[in-house]
């Protein structure tokens, strides 16, 4: 009997595995023709017709080589873009670095500015896209619910629907927006997905306003002004009174950095002591609002030449329990899960930003089930 024990003990352990890796930020593109089959046949005449009115930021983005992707990550079946290939990720990224999720955002509605007829079509189409292709095609996926951002009442309907289904752990916003991301325009969706107990993650990118002499010339400035860009949608979050309102909202910063968090947290704290009374709503101190409410992936995260001054930052700014670990797969920068943390970060930390904090702010089980495919160990 004892051996028989053993022997469910060894299938059930050898069937599961406890998780160890959570990717929160992996790129699933879907090329216009791939979603056709997901629209209307008005909408798909209007597109064929007219195109999309976009403001999308890619069009100045200043790496044009591989489209800022690995040139690895180019399927081998023409016309697919990376990001387009359920199984090159699932080999390049899910079973080479053992990922156990992975949260796919996909990009292409974050410039929200076509009529709301075809604003509302294209992120249900992405959406059911994702669903079809990706999800039903390997159960360590995970997806973010792409939304008509300018459009917050299509976008509360577009959350009520795709919200059930447990495999949507988030929902999708651009770091930039026609208006601040603040701005009560958009608090309807952040009630919507909070009521599904669903985190907001606002992705680098949207509305681009070209300031001074233009688009950046150079990847430097296109890459290190994320951050700049995100503390000022912060700002906006807290002096609104954003996370008083909606007690239960989460946000994700997603590719903006991390290291910049201190000094906003110590900037808007200093501000609030001296005009407290130009904030009635606000009933805390703004960084605490920060740390109730938001959290932060590490891609790109900062790499001092003193590794140990990063460690600083993050105690600084109390993100211990707030850092959440991203590949940024398929594009160029990815981080390598065994590179992404310096040595210096220890094992307690280093867990909680690998797959811990993830776990608890997506709600993902603790323990899954090996995929089908891949051998045991």
């Not at 289904?165 to 969706?189: K, T």
């Not at 590949?327 to 590179?339: E, G, L, N, V």
Request: aromatic letters at 10%.
């Amino acid at each position: 009997m004892t051996g028989a024990v053993d022997l469910r003990a060894r299938e059930r352990t050898e069937s599961q595995r406890l998780v160890r890796l959570v990717d929160s930020d992996v790129h699933a593109q879907p090329m216009p023709a791939t979603l056709m089959p997901y629209l209307s046949v008005g909408t798909r005449r209007y597109l064929e017709r007219y195109g999309r009115r976009t403001h999308n930021d890619m069009h100045a983005y200043p790496r044009a080589r591989g489209a800022g992707t690995r040139l690895d990550a180019w399927p081998a079946k023409p016309g697919t873009p990376p990001g387009g290939d359920p199984e090159l990720l699932r080999a390049q990224l899910l079973d080479e670095w053992g990922v156990d999720y992975a949260v796919l955002q996909v990009l292409n509605a974050l410039d929200c500015y076509d009529p709301d007829h075809i604003a509302v079509e294209l992120p249900r189409a992405i959406n059911d896209w994702l669903a079809e292709h990706w999800l039903d095609f390997d159960d360590r996926l995970r997806a973010a619910i792409v939304v008509p951002h300018e459009y917050a009442h299509l976008a509360v309907q577009e959350i009520e629907r795709r919200a059930p289904d447990p495999r949507f752990v988030a929902v999708l916003m651009p770091a930039n927006a026609q208006e601040l991301l603040g701005s009560q325009r958009y608090w309807p969706i952040y009630e919507a997905a909070s009521a599904h107990r669903l985190p907001i993650m606002f992705h680098t990118g949207g509305f681009i306003r070209n300031l001074g002499a233009g688009p950046p010339s150079y990847y430097i400035a296109s890459h290190v002004n994320t951050s700049p860009a995100m503390q000022t949608q912060l700002v906006s979050m807290v002096a609104t009174g954003l996370f008083r309102a909606l007690t239960n909202v989460r946000i994700v910063v997603t590719e903006c950095g991390v290291s910049w968090v201190t000094a906003l947290r110590w900037a808007m704290d200093s501000a609030w002591e001296l005009m407290g009374i130009d904030h009635p709503r606000l009933e805390q101190r703004p960084s605490e609002y920060v740390h109730d409410h938001v959290w932060f992936t590490t891609q790109p995260v900062e790499e001092p030449a003193q590794p140990h001054h990063l460690l600083y930052a993050i105690e600084q700014a109390e993100l211990a329990d707030r850092l959440l670990f991203a590949t940024d797969y398929p594009h160029w920068d990815f981080d390598s899960p065994a590179q992404a943390l310096p040595r210096a970060v220890d094992g307690k930390l280093r867990a909680a930003i690998m797959y811990g904090n993830a776990l608890e702010l997506f709600g993902l089980p603790a323990v899954r089930s090996r995929p089908s495919h891949a051998p045991v160990p």
